[in-house]
């Protein structure tokens, strides 16, 4: 993404984002409360076009205006809400929209096509039939980044997939992750836990009011680094412990 510019009336969304992702990689989309993170993440899910601005898939300039144009370059998203229907068991819900069959759905190749999708993911699902009303929160984000993997898409848009998720639920998508990456995918993680960012993104792109404020290498930055970044000061709370640390440090 090159240049893009979005704004709502009066307000300027978006100022000349630039955006790179590759196969094989986990980029962490990271800033604060209206730093524009969810614009730009819809403008590649086709939910709102870009006013200005190129975005290039594979070496080819393409338009993203609908969300079934977004879907067919390949790029799928699991939106923090997972949209998923409580009332129907774990197959109804990956194949939603796809079911396999005409006239007749054929359920069993559906649910070994579940199984064998969940499996690639070293998932913890206890049935593809349980409704999925029934699963723990992790549970319910594993099916939803499962579901994302249907159509075979190259790129994947996972939106706080950790939020209000206990410790063990947050490793267990973080593991997912792991596994989008290591099958070739382009994943951008949205997220506000730094923690998990800094556990599984390869690189860090910062937004602060709209505009690029950063893009770090994880491993070669440091979590005041990136809070710096964000919140667009060098002097907060976090920087000011982490200098108080090194000061206690350099004189014991």
């Known amino acids: 993404m090159r240049g893009i510019n979005k704004s709502f009336g009066a307000v300027q969304a978006l100022t000349d984002i630039s955006l790179d992702v590759y196969p094989g990689e986990v980029v962490a989309l990271v800033g604060d409360n209206g730093a524009g993170k969810s614009t730009l993440i819809k403008i590649l899910a086709g939910v709102h076009p870009a006013d200005t601005g190129s975005i290039v898939r594979d070496n080819k300039p393409v338009s993203i205006n609908t969300p079934a144009e977004s879907n067919r370059l390949g790029i799928a998203t699991v939106y923090q809400d997972l949209a998923l229907c409580d009332n129907l068991d774990v197959v109804a819900n990956l194949f939603l929209g796809h079911e ?48 994302s993997l249907i159509g075979d898409p190259g790129i994947v848009i996972l939106d706080e997939p950790t939020a209000a998720l206990g410790v063990a639920q947050t490793a267990e998508v973080l593991n997912l992750i792991e596994r989008l990456r290591e099958r070739g995918l382009a ?33 070669e930055v440091s979590y005041e680094e990136i809070i710096a970044a964000i919140t667009g000061a060098s002097d907060n709370a976090v920087t000011r412990r982490a200098q108080a640390r090194n000061e206690e440090e350099n004189q014991s």
Do not use: C, Y
């Open 100 to 147: 396999l069959g005409a006239v007749t759905l054929k359920e069993v190749e559906m649910e070994q096509r579940a199984w064998q999708l969940l499996r690639q993911l070293s998932a913890k699902i206890p049935s593809v039939r349980i409704v999925v009303a029934s699963l723990s929160g992790g549970q319910r984000q594993t099916v939803a980044i499962a579901r």
């Open 187 to 219: 994943v951008i993680l949205i997220s506000h836990n730094m923690a998990d960012v800094q556990a599984v993104a390869d690189r860090i792109v910062v937004l602060r009011l709209g505009r690029n404020n950063g893009e770090f290498i994880v491993g």
